[in-house]
C-alpha cells in the first residue's frame, strides 16, 4: 500500500523533515498527545496529501527552494487529515487502521475524541499563523467540508436511492476538498496566477474524487489483509459507494436487501454476489479513471521539472492501487 518510493522523490526529504516536526508539534504537550502522536504520524501513513503540496509547492517555486510556509502548510494539511481519521474511527467504531489499533481502541473513545478536537484547534492555529487571509479561509472551509461530508453520509444511510452525483458530493466534502484546497493554497503561498491557482485546485478536487472511487472500489475488491482494516465494511454499514450505486441500476432486488438494512439472514452475502455480478466495480473504475485523467490535465499549466511530472504521476497510481 506504500507507494512506490520513487514517486516521491523530489520530495523525499521534505517529508522526513515533516515527519519528525510533526511529532514535535503535536507530543510536546501532553504525554497521551505524545503517544498519540507517536502512533499516528509514526510509520504506516502514506502521506499522500503533504506529498502533494511538497511538490505543487516545488513545481511553483521552481527557480527558487521553498519556504517554511510551504513546509507548516504541508505539516497543516496533514493534521487536519489526521484529526480527521481520529474523529472518523469514533464514528465508525473502527478498531484498527493501517494494521495497527485506532486511537480511540487504545485510549477509550474520551481521548480520541479530544486529541481529534486538539489536532484540529492546533491545525486552525498555526494556520492563522501563515498570515494569509485567503489560505485560512481555504482550509477553515476544509474543516466545515469534512463534517459536512461526514453527516451527509450519515443521514444518507442504506437509501438505496441515493445518485451518483450526491455520492460524489459527499466525496468531495470528505475527501477531495481538503486536497483540492490545500493545492490551491500551496500555490496561492507561491504566488501564482488566479489562472493557476484555480487549475491547482481542479487537479486537488479530481485527484481526490479518483481517490475516493478507488478506496470504495477497494472495500469490494481487497482483502482485510492489505487494506489494513476490515474488508466489506462501508456496505454493511449502509454507505452506498459507487460500485453499489452502479450495480442498483442493473440489480433491482439489492434495493430491497438494502432497504431492510440486511436484516435476514444471507441478505448481505447476496448483495455482494449482486454487486459482483454486475458492471458496477467496472464503473466504478472508468469514473475513477475520468476524475484521474481530469486531474493530470490541470497540471498543464505548470512548466516541466521533476515535480511536475511526479504530480502526474500521482494520478497514475492512484487508479495502480486497482492493480
Ligand atoms: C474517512 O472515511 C473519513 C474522512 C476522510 C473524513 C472524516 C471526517 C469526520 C469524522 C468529521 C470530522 C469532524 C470535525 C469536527 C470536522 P471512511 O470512513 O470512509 O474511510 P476509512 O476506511 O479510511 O475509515
Ligand atoms: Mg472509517
Ligand atoms: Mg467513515
Redesign the pocket.
Known amino acids: 500500500m506504500t507507494p512506490a518510493t520513487s514517486l516521491f522523490t523530489p520530495v523525499e526529504g521534505d517529508l522526513q523533515l515533516l515527519a519528525d516536526n510533526l511529532k514535535q508539534l503535536v507530543g510536546n504537550r501532553h504525554p497521551i498527545l505524545f503517544a498519540a502522536a507517536e502512533h499516528l504520524f509514526g510509520a504506516g501513513g502514506k502521506r499522500i496529501r503533504p506529498a502533494i503540496v511538497l511538490l505543487l509547492s516545488r513545481a511553483t517555486m521552481l527557480e527558487q527552494d521553498i519556504t517554511p510556509r510551504h513546509r507548516r502548510l504541508a505539516e497543516i494539511t496533514e493534521m487536519i ?1 489526521t ?3 481520529v ?6 467504531e ?1 478498531q484498527m ?1 493501517r494494521g495497527v489499533p485506532t486511537v480511540h481502541s487504545l485510549f477509550g473513545n474520551r481521548i480520541a475524541v479530544l486529541a ?2 486538539f489536532l ?1 484547534a492546533q491545525s486552525s492555529w498555526y494556520l492563522a499563523n501563515l498570515d494569509n487571509l485567503e489560505v485560512v479561509k481555504l482550509l477553515s472551509e476544509v ?2 467540508d ?2 459536512t ?2 453527516i451527509q ?1 450519515g443521514l444518507n444511510r442504506f437509501d438505496a436511492s441515493t445518485s451518483i452525483e450526491t455520492y460524489l458530493k459527499k466525496s468531495y466534502y ?2 477531495a476538498s481538503l486536497i483540492a484546497n490545500s493545492s490551491k493554497a500551496a500555490g496561492l503561498l507561491s504566488e501564482v496566477s488566479r489562472e493557476t491557482a484555480e487549475h491547482l485546485y481542479g487537479y486537488g478536487r479530481h485527484l481526490g474524487l479518483a481517490f475516493q472511487i478507488v ?1 470504495d472500489i477497494l ?1 469490494f475488491t481487497s482483502t482485510t489483509d492489505t487494506l489494513g ?1 476490515p474488508a466489506g ?2 456496505l454493511k454499514s449502509g ?1 452506498l459507494t459507487a460500485p453499489v450505486l452502479f450495480a442498483l441500476r442493473e440489480k433491482p432486488y439489492l434495493e430491497v436487501l438494502i432497504e431492510r438494512e440486511f436484516a435476514q439472514e444471507g441478505d448481505l452475502e447476496q448483495a455482494l454476489a449482486l454487486i459482483q455480478d454486475s458492471q458496477g466495480i467496472q464503473q466504478a473504475r472508468e469514473l475513477a479513471s475520468h476524475h484521474a485523467k481530469l486531474a493530470a490535465e490541470h497540471l498543464a499549466c505548470l512548466p516541466p521539472s521533476d515535480s511536475h511530472q511526479a504530480l502526474i504521476n500521482i494520478t497514475d497510481y492512484v487508479l495502480s492501487r486497482l492493480y
Open positions: 487529515h484529526a480527521s481519521l474523529h472518523d474511527d469514533v464514528v465508525d473502527s487502521r481529534g478536537d484540529f474543516i466545515m469534512l463534517a461530508g461526514e453520509q470528505k475527501t478506496d472495500d482494516k465494511s462501508d454507505n
